[in-house]
Each structure stands twice: as structure tokens, then as C-alpha cells.
């Protein structure tokens, strides 16, 4: 059974520190992977992608990718209260598109 | 917007009762796929069509669960007799086929059975 786990918190942190969410994954052929927001009741928004071991960064956001340690996290700079949602990893199946996502990390920003 | 959208975006229905739920790609994907949500759990995978072709079923897709996508633009998604069980949030996503290609995900249809 191919798995994602992510710890379900909540992670709560105050405003304007670093939040760091962490994954990880089972598959050994996952190839992309992918942080998705998702507020209470709404449905799940791409905040980042990541295919390359290393570092990527968009705006406050950093995704980090370790393939050999199967391990993906996603940085958060200075948090703002509208950070506070839960957010979900998702990685792609090795010979398939489909994704398998984790039950997610619900982020608590503490104005 | 040209964005995935989803139509009911709510739907109460008693069980026993069939229900179909509606999904519009975003134009130009290709690939369109349903997962169901249910309270503190990350979306699970039912189904995804490439164009028109059904290409893989989850096991999670009993035989009361049926999808279509006629000519490759929109589909739709068939509960029939529903269950309780069968409360969620069904979800839909739509792709670009190529490489590195990204799902993007619709409203939702949240379902309650009674």
C-alpha cells in the first residue's frame, strides 16, 4: 500500500515566524509532489510543486524535496493568520497520474 | 474564470436515492480526474479519464458508482442507491497531459445522505 504521512497537528505558530510542514512518502518511484491548501469546507488549492531533490522557492513559500530520504517539507516565512488552513501533500503514484495525498497538517496561525 | 467547476456544489438526498454530480475541466486539460474527501482525511482517488477513456478505477468505486465523460469535455459522476456511507465531498480535478503536468482542483460537491 503506497502511502503519504503527515503529521495531523495542529502546528500552531505565531504570527510572523516560520511554519515547517513535513511529509513523507513511501513510494520509491514518486517523481512529483505537491503542497495543496485547503481552508475549512473548501476545496484543496496548489501552493507548490516540487520534482528535483533540493530547494524551490515562491514568495514566503519554500517546498524541500530529499528523494533518498523520501521526505518532503514546506516552509512557510513569516506567517500571516490567513496561513491557518490544513495543508495536504500529495505525491504522484510511480506509472500512474493519479495522486496520493496525505491526511494533511492543519497549520494554526496565532495572531 | 476559466477554472474547474463542479455542479451541485451541495446535495441532501436520502438513502436509497441516486444522485449524478457534474464536472467542467478547465478547456484545454485532457485528463480529468474524482476523488472523494471525507472529515480529516486528504482526498482519496475514484477515478480519472484521459479524453473520453475510463483509464483506472479505484477499488473504492463499488458497483453502485459509475462515470462518464462522453466527449471528453465535461463528466459526470452517478451514486445510485445511495448510503450514508456515501457522505463526503466529491471532488474534481483536471490536468494537462505532458510532462510535470499539475492537477487543479474544482469547488467540490459536498454530499449528505440522510
Known amino acids: 500500500q503506497k502511502e503519504v504521512e503527515q503529521n495531523s497537528g495542529p502546528l500552531s505558530v505565531p504570527e510572523g515566524a516560520i511554519a515547517s510542514l513535513n511529509c513523507t512518502y513511501s513510494?520509491?518511484?514518486?517523481?512529483?509532489f505537491f503542497w495543496y491548501r485547503q481552508y475549512s469546507g473548501k476545496s484543496p488549492e496548489l501552493i507548490m510543486s516540487?520534482?528535483?531533490?533540493g530547494d524551490k522557492e515562491d514568495g514566503r513559500f519554500t517546498a524541500q524535496l530529499n528523494k533518498a530520504s523520501q521526505y518532503v517539507s514546506l516552509l512557510i516565512r513569516d506567517s500571516q493568520p490567513s496561513d491557518s488552513a490544513t495543508y495536504l501533500c500529495?505525491?504522484?503514484?510511480?506509472?500512474?497520474?493519479?495522486?496520493?495525498f496525505g491526511t494533511g497538517t492543519r497549520l494554526k496561525v496565532l495572531a | 474564470d476559466t477554472g474547474v467547476s463542479q455542479d451541485p456544489r451541495h446535495k441532501i438526498t436520502k438513502r436509497g436515492q441516486n444522485v449524478t454530480f457534474r464536472c467542467d475541466p478547465i478547456?484545454?486539460?485532457?485528463?480529468l480526474y474524482w476523488y472523494r474527501q471525507t472529515l480529516g482525511q486528504g482526498p482519496e482517488f475514484l477515478t480519472y479519464?484521459?479524453?473520453?477513456?475510463?483509464?483506472?478505477k479505484s477499488r473504492l468505486l463499488s458497483d453502485r458508482f459509475s462515470a462518464e465523460r462522453p466527449k471528453g469535455s465535461f463528466s459526470t459522476l452517478e451514486i445510485q442507491r445511495t448510503e450514508q456511507g456515501d457522505s463526503a465531498m466529491y471532488l474534481c480535478?483536471?490536468?494537462?497531459?505532458?510532462?510535470?503536468?499539475?492537477?487543479?482542483f474544482g469547488p467540490g460537491t459536498r454530499l449528505l445522505v440522510l
Open positions: 480535478a483536471s490536468s494537462l497531459m505532458g510532462a510535470r503536468e499539475t492537477q487543479y
Open positions: 513510494d520509491r518511484g514518486s517523481q512529483s
Open positions: 516540487i520534482y528535483s531533490n
Open positions: 500529495a505525491v504522484d503514484t510511480s506509472g500512474t497520474y493519479k495522486y496520493i
Open positions: 478547456s484545454e486539460h485532457n485528463r
Open positions: 479519464f484521459q479524453n473520453e477513456a475510463q483509464l483506472e
